[in-house]
């Protein structure tokens, strides 16, 4: 059961454009959303992460937006850079499990 | 400060041999995660550790799969026999404790059976 969705499975942005990820829960249990970056050959390294209680965080060029309602959260790149290029996971936790549940991954390519 | 480590970095063997994977947590974290990453996925968690306890490998194959947290720092997690759709990356992640949800991956092991 594909308790995270995520779109789109892949996406090309031009460098200085926007860059922007979608996922979707199901299980209103979750209370943590992290995203990570993964290069090839590498780990997940986590990039930011946003609990229910707010709608937005910002980290530098990295937003996250969270819409509990709709049981949604995306990722927005702004400035995209050729460096971005990387394999992006949502995920959700559960609180008190700590149990990680990744979406399926976007391949972003930004082009120079 | 090191992260987590892991080895071998890639392996290839025949199908019905044995491999085993090994990882070591950053230090001071108690809890150690093994996770699979089929190509083109999410990686799925396979064993959880608490210290030297597995407290959920409820996804973990048990008639082929084992893993071992000895001492409560270094993990081994080991297939036998390895199966073609054994083939993957297998990641191993580390937290401070349970209640930390910042888990750091480490590099993995890609296992390809031939």
């Known amino acids: 059961q594909q308790q995270v969705k995520q779109s789109p499975q892949s996406l090309i942005v031009q460098k200085g454009g926007i860059s922007i990820i979608n996922c979707a829960y199901e299980n209103t249990a979750f209370d943590y959303f992290p995203w990570y970056q993964q290069f090839p050959g590498k780990g997940p390294a986590l990039l930011i992460a946003?609990?229910?209680?707010?709608s937005e965080k910002k980290e530098g060029r990295f937003t996250i937006s969270f819409n509990k309602s709709a049981k949604q959260f995306s990722l927005h790149i702004m400035d995209s850079q050729p460096g971005d290029s990387a394999t992006y996971f949502c995920?959700?936790?559960?609180?008190?499990?700590?149990?990680?549940?990744f979406g399926a991954g976007t391949r972003l390519a930004v082009h120079p | 400060e090191a992260g987590v480590v892991q080895s071998p970095r890639y392996k290839i063997i025949e199908k019905k041999q044995p491999v085993a994977f090994w990882c070591n947590p950053i230090?001071?974290?108690?809890?150690l995660y093994w996770y699979l990453q089929n190509l083109g996925q999410g990686p799925e968690l396979l064993i959880r550790y608490e210290n030297e306890e597995a407290v959920d490998d409820s996804q973990l194959p048990k008639d082929r799969f084992s893993a071992e947290r000895l001492k409560g720092v270094d993990s081994t997690l080991k297939i036998q026999p390895a199966e073609l759709g054994d083939s993957a990356v297998y990641l191993c992640a580390s937290s401070l404790d349970a209640f930390d949800n910042e888990q750091f991956f480490g590099p993995g092991t890609r296992l390809t059976v031939l």
């Open positions: 995920a959700a936790v559960s609180g008190g499990y700590n149990k990680l549940i």
């Open positions: 230090s001071g974290h108690n809890t």
């Open positions: 946003i609990r229910p209680d707010v």
